[in-house]
């Protein structure tokens, strides 16, 4: 190959190597593309589930939220005297005993806007810790358990209640729900939260080291 043969190869292999070059580029530059429209996709549907479940066949995924919350209040559930708000369904349907000390669950409430949503709390503590006095927010009923059979106590809205004994109490600060809770009680209420929104519940009865607690005596209902 003589000097000019050899320079014309090699422009022209610099020529094909400079387009490859570019394509490589122009290549990586549709991936970042394609990588920033998939990115500015999943902020729009709130994460990359959001994208998977929309190219996903739609399902007849039945709702399984209910309009009842279970729960119960165990004491000493944290061991050390840790009394603490528990979900029914969290539980896998065992029923608890009382000063069964467990690990700390999550005990956020999901529930919906709009529709009435009945709470039913089980009250495993015996403890009496203050006495109540105030009006019923909304109408509410506790059952007690009597040697002639379980007693049901109901109180209408705001309807005074005096010097009432109790353990606990379930409390939503930003709404003004504040529902005593007598000690071996069932209490039960209904609720219609009016606007979605996260809502702290809690209870305000000094009950020992899980009062501030989230996963013990507070928690959030997540209204949607
Ligand atoms: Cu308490």
């Not at 309009?67 to 065992?94: E, H, T």
């Not at 007693?151 to 705001?158: D, I, L, P, R």
């Amino acid at each position: 190959m003589n000097n000019r043969a050899f320079l014309g190869v090699a422009v022209l292999t610099l020529v094909v190597a400079s387009a490859s070059l570019a394509q490589t580029f122009l290549l990586t530059q549709t991936v970042n593309d394609q990588n920033r429209h998939i990115d500015q996709l999943a902020s729009q549907f709130g994460g990359l589930a959001g994208i998977v479940s929309s190219l996903m066949p739609t399902q007849n995924t039945p709702t399984t939220q209910s309009n009842v919350v279970q729960m119960y209040v165990i004491p000493d559930f944290g061991g050390g005297g840790y009394d603490a708000f528990i979900l029914a369904d969290s539980l896998g349907g065992k029923v608890p005993n009382a000063s069964s000390p467990g690990t700390v669950l999550n005990n956020n409430i999901t529930v919906t806007h709009g529709v009435p949503i009945k709470f039913v709390i089980s009250n495993l503590d015996d403890a009496v810790l203050q006495n109540f006095t105030g009006k019923a927010p909304v109408p509410f009923t506790y059952y007690n358990n009597t040697d002639s059979g379980q007693m049901a106590v109901q109180y209408n809205q705001g309807e005074t209640v005096p010097e009432l004994a109790i353990s606990h109490t379930l409390t939503i600060p930003d709404l003004q729900v504040n529902i005593p809770i007598p000690p071996s009680t069932m209490v039960v209420f209904t609720y219609t939260f009016s606007s979605p929104g996260v809502y702290l519940y809690l209870c305000t009865t000094p009950c020992g080291p899980g009062m501030g607690l989230n996963g013990y005596m507070q928690g959030y209902i997540i209204v949607t």
